[in-house]
Each structure stands twice: as structure tokens, then as C-alpha cells.
């Protein structure tokens, strides 16, 4: 008798002629089981042991089904018999930069942006949305821009640079916070000169403060009036707070000094939102304090002792960096306006280009800087600086009418957080537009402050807003509220590659065990018709067994996906 081993695709009866020779009856499947067959086969070497016997169906149909599924013992087919699967649902989801209309700005503008990029090698984006907020940030509440007389906005601004790690969002904002720093630092030596003038008048004061203490002395024993007082007193001559443009701090203590230091315009710069997001979450007077001071309104709270603050408008802009895997824990919770308020600014490393190795124009962007806030005027420490309403030509009006129309249009077409910002792109155009019109104004050798706004920027600006930050709100918002089927198939395909899942049981090892949305029928429903389009996974139903009950579903994992998740690791 043949010793050949036996295989599934080599079926050899030899062993049938072994048993006839015995004298011994075959099994029935009527009053026999296969547990119960194969004990009789002792003395039969192992190489002639028979087939193990395929389960049988009490239907006709199963066995079909399940060979399409699985092989007759319920085990996985062998990847070559998937067709290559969708595996787009391992890899993260990726924004893509945005090109700049550079034809719609102005020269200086496009200048500018073209040495940044020259020299740092980052995308262009990047540059023009920290460019935009630091600009914002040298005016604060001290310009508002009247579109029409019903229509008034600040000219305040706040902006997300969204990338993976290495894009160079970091180094791109550095070269305008560093700018913004210097001119804190200007600021503060004019401060420091103003409080020594404040010292050696509060010594002539408190000489005259008791000279006119003995006049009142005398004219009180001589029974006549008080004489008035004709001098400011020594206690009324107070150094005012130090300057202030920029903020790291996120904490309500930090906040509450630097806003007093600098009522009227502070940048608050953080370099992971995320960790922004959780002090936010954590007080919720500090996100009501945000959603307020981007708006310049007025709100005088205390962030700590709930006291009045010194400045009545707190105008802050904000600019941080995130990267686009985090950006789901940004938006847990209500929609409260605050994230469709930022500009997003989104890029990938494909974005990116090889520096000239030329340096970066931190002498032009600080040049630029001081020529915008010397337009400002005197300094006043410690208050805010007197509003200038800056009124918007007609034709530059009227575009800004139209572009308001059509995105509100937009805005009642969509939903969700996206609804929201096209809500307000009407407004964030018209901010862009002051700051695009305060770098052309910067740029050029023109002396006299800037007093309206043309058409050139609002065009440039309506451009910005369709081709760059509309088209970054949506990538960015699509990344962080998915659709829910979409996300329960991610969270799937997380769980059976997390734990190796060759095959489960949707009920016994994803409800029961993982818990969460795919704890939900209907969800977990829903992500494993996604997979099962995506070519990940496939449904068979297991029959009933010799006890009975009813058949039980189970689904077969693809085997490309553990190789392709391996890949990646």
C-alpha cells in the first residue's frame, strides 16, 4: 500500500481496500459520526489516514455558500484567492496643499511669499495664512473695516497650518512671530524710557503733593477754604503694564496678564493646538473668552478672579499648528462656531520645495511690521487705541456683497460645521482683505496712513477664500467629522488589525468586546457592508451543529489586509 502523504488535492483510496480486507462495515452517516469512524482506523499508518470528513450542512445551499467564504472547515481562504483589497482605510487621511492665486495679490505681497518660500522651502500656504494673522495682529481693535452701514468688522484673524510632522509649519510661523517679538521688544524699550520719565515726575510730584498738604494745613487753621489743587499726584502717576503682541501661554493666569499688558491686539501662538483645545476644554470661560475675543467684542471677565479687566476689548488672534491625525478630537462635543471662525491652511510634504539657500527676509518682514504699527500713532500704555472705521470703496463693497451672497447660498446647501463656515466666509473675506491691503500699503514708499480699501484686495481676498481656506475648511472639517459609517469602518479596521482577527463574530468579538459605536447594531452593520465593498472582508453563515439552534454569521477577514498593515508598520 502506497505510504504517499495525503493532501487536498491528492485524494487516495488505498486505505478503503485496507478496511475491506478487515471484513469491517463502513460507517453511516445515518447511525455513525466521523468522531466515532475514525478510532476503527488503528493499525493504519498515518500517511493512509482518510480525509477529515467536511462538516455537513442539514441545507443545500450552505455548502456552497461556505466554500465561497472559507474552505469546508471553516478556515480562511488563502490570500490568492481575494482580489486585491481597497486598503486606502489603513492610511491616513491626507490634505493636500492649495495653489495661491498669486495673479489676484498684490505685488508685495507675492514678493514676499515667493522669498519665504525661496528660503524655507515650505509650502507656499503656510507662509500666507501666518503672514495674514501677524498682520492682523499689529492692528488689533484699532481698525474696523465698513463694508456697508449695517455691516462692520474687525480686522482680527485666526489661522490653523494643518500637516504632518516635518512640514515645516513651525519654522514658517517662527519667521513672523519672531518679527512680532521684535517689535514687542522695541515697544518695551520705549516703555522702559516712558517709566523713568513717570519715576523722576513722580519725585516732583510728591514734592508738590506736600507742599500743597501744608497749604491745605494753613488754610484750614486760618479757617478760609482749601486752595484747588493744580497738580497730578505722585500716587496717580503709575507705571503702566509692559507692552505686549505675543502670547504662549495658554493658561487663564497667563492670559489675563498679557491680555492687560496689550489691550488693544495680542497674538496668542501656540505650536500644538491640540493641547490649546485641551485648556479649552477644561474652562469653559476660556473658550467663551476665545469665540469673544476674536470678534472684538467686548468683554471685560476676568479669566481667573471673574473681575473687571482693565481693557474693555479683548482682541486677540490666534495661530497654531496641528496635524491632521488629531484633528478628530478637535470637534467632540457641541458646534459652538469657534473652529468655522479659523482660517485652515492644510499642505502635505508633496508640497514642499527645495530651498536656494537663501536667507530668511526676517529685516523686510520687520521693516514691514514697524512701517503698520508706527501708522497707529502714539502709543497709549495700557489702553485700548481709539477704533478707525475704514471704509470699503463702492466697487469693493458691492464685490463683497455678491461674494456674501453666493456663500451663504453655499452655507444653506451644506451642513454641519461646514454650513458654519461658509456662513461666515463673508466676514473672514473682508478681514483678509484689510490685511492683503495693509502689506500692499506697507510695501510701498507711500507715507500717509491707509484710509480705505480698494478693489485689488477684495478681489484678492474673495480668491483666497474660494480657491484656498473654503477648500482647507472642508478637507480639514471632512477629517474631523467624518461621515459615521466611514469612521466605524476606520475603528474596524483598526480593531482586526490591533488584535490579528483572522475571521470574527460581529456579536461575541466587536459588540461584546470592543465597545464604543461598533458596540451598536445598525453601526456596526454599516462598517461591515463598507468592508465588505472595499474587498477587506466577506459574511458566511455557519449552520446549525448536531445540538441544533439557529445559524450564526461569521466574518472572514481578507489576509491581504494583516500583510498590508504589516507593510506599513
Not at 115 to 136: C, D, E, K, Q, R
Not at 154 to 174: E, F, H, Q, R
Not at 483 to 512: K, T, Y
Amino acid at each position: 500500500m502506497s505510504t504517499q502523504p495525503l493532501d487536498d488535492d491528492n485524494i487516495h483510496l488505498e486505505w478503503l481496500d485496507e478496511w475491506l480486507k478487515k471484513g469491517e462495515a463502513l460507517p453511516s452517516d445515518d447511525n455513525e459520526s466521523h468522531e466515532a469512524f475514525v478510532p476503527n482506523l488503528a493499525g493504519i499508518s498515518a500517511s493512509d489516514a482518510p480525509l477529515r470528513a467536511a462538516p455537513q450542512s442539514r441545507s443545500p445551499a450552505a455548502p456552497m455558500q461556505a466554500s465561497a467564504m472559507s474552505d469546508a472547515y471553516g478556515q480562511p481562504l488563502p490570500a490568492c484567492t481575494w482580489e486585491d483589497p481597497d486598503v486606502s482605510f489603513l492610511e491616513p487621511r491626507r490634505l493636500c496643499g492649495q495653489m495661491i492665486p498669486l495673479k489676484d495679490l498684490g505685488s508685495g505681497t507675492s514678493n514676499l511669499l515667493q522669498s519665504i518660500v525661496a528660503a524655507l522651502g515650505a509650502p507656499m500656504v503656510y507662509a500666507l495664512l501666518a503672514l495674514l494673522v501677524s498682520t492682523a495682529t499689529i492692528f488689533g481693535c484699532a481698525r474696523r473695516i465698513r463694508v456697508t452701514s449695517g455691516w462692520v468688522e474687525p480686522g482680527l484673524l485666526g489661522g490653523i497650518l494643518v500637516g504632518p510632522p516635518g512640514a515645516l509649519k513651525s519654522p514658517t510661523c517662527d519667521a513672523f512671530v519672531r518679527a512680532l517679538f521684535m517689535i514687542e521688544a522695541h515697544e518695551g524699550q520705549m516703555h522702559h524710557e516712558h517709566c523713568q520719565r513717570l519715576a523722576d515726575a513722580r519725585l516732583v510730584a510728591a514734592v508738590r503733593d506736600k507742599v500743597y498738604s501744608q497749604e491745605v494745613h494753613r488754610a484750614v487753621l486760618a479757617g478760609a477754604p482749601p486752595p484747588p489743587r493744580l497738580h497730578v499726584m505722585a500716587a496717580d502717576l503709575r507705571d503702566p503694564p509692559a507692552p505686549a503682541l505675543v502670547s504662549t501661554s495658554g493658561s487663564p493666569e497667563g492670559l489675563r496678564q498679557r491680555a492687560a499688558q496689550s489691550p488693544s491686539g495680542l497674538l496668542l501662538w501656540r505650536d500644538e493646538l491640540a493641547r490649546l483645545n485641551q485648556e479649552m476644554s477644561r474652562s469653559g470661560l476660556l473658550r467663551a473668552l476665545l469665540l469673544s475675543a476674536l470678534d472684538g467684542r467686548a468683554e471685560s471677565v476676568d479669566l481667573v478672579s471673574r473681575e473687571r479687566l482693565e481693557a474693555a476689548n479683548l482682541s486677540w488672534t490666534l495661530l497654531s499648528t496641528v496635524q491632521p491625525e488629531v484633528l478628530s478630537t478637535l470637534t467632540r462635543g457641541a458646534d459652538d462656531g469657534f473652529w468655522p471662525r479659523l482660517l485652515w491652511a492644510t499642505a502635505d510634504r508633496s508640497d514642499m520645495t527645495t530651498p536656494d539657500g537663501s536667507a530668511i527676509p526676517a529685516e523686510q518682514i520687520h521693516v514691514l511690521f514697524r512701517k503698520m504699527r508706527a501708522s497707529l500713532g502714539t502709543i497709549t500704555w495700557g489702553r485700548n487705541l481709539a477704533p478707525v472705521e475704514m471704509a470699503c470703496t463702492p466697487q469693493a463693497a458691492m464685490a463683497l456683497v455678491d461674494a456674501r451672497k453666493r456663500w451663504e447660498i453655499q452655507s444653506a446647501i451644506e451642513t454641519g460645521a461646514l454650513a458654519s463656515a461658509y456662513a461666515k466666509a463673508g466676514g473672514l473675506a473682508t478681514r483678509i482683505a484689510h490685511a492683503l491691503a495693509q502689506i500692499e500699503w506697507a510695501s510701498s514708499p507711500q507715507s500717509d496712513p491707509l484710509r480705505e480699501i480698494a478693489h485689488e484686495p477684495v478681489t484678492g481676498a474673495i480668491a483666497l477664500m474660494d480657491e484656498v481656506f473654503l477648500t482647507g475648511a472642508r478637507g480639514v472639517l471632512s477629517i474631523a467629522t467624518p461621515p459615521a459609517e466611514e469612521a466605524a469602518a476606520r475603528e474596524l479596521v483598526d480593531v482586526i488589525v490591533r488584535r490579528g482577527l483572522d475571521h470574527f463574530s460581529p456579536r461575541d468579538d466587536i459588540q461584546r468586546r470592543v465597545g464604543g459605536p461598533l458596540s451598536q447594531s445598525k453601526t456596526l452593520a454599516d462598517a461591515i457592508r463598507r468592508l465588505e465593498a472595499a474587498g477587506l472582508v466577506r459574511t458566511e453563515t455557519v449552520p446549525s451543529g448536531p445540538a441544533g439552534g439557529a445559524p450564526r454569521t461569521r466574518i472572514i477577514v481578507n489576509p491581504r489586509l494583516h500583510q498590508a498593515a504589516a507593510t506599513r508598520r
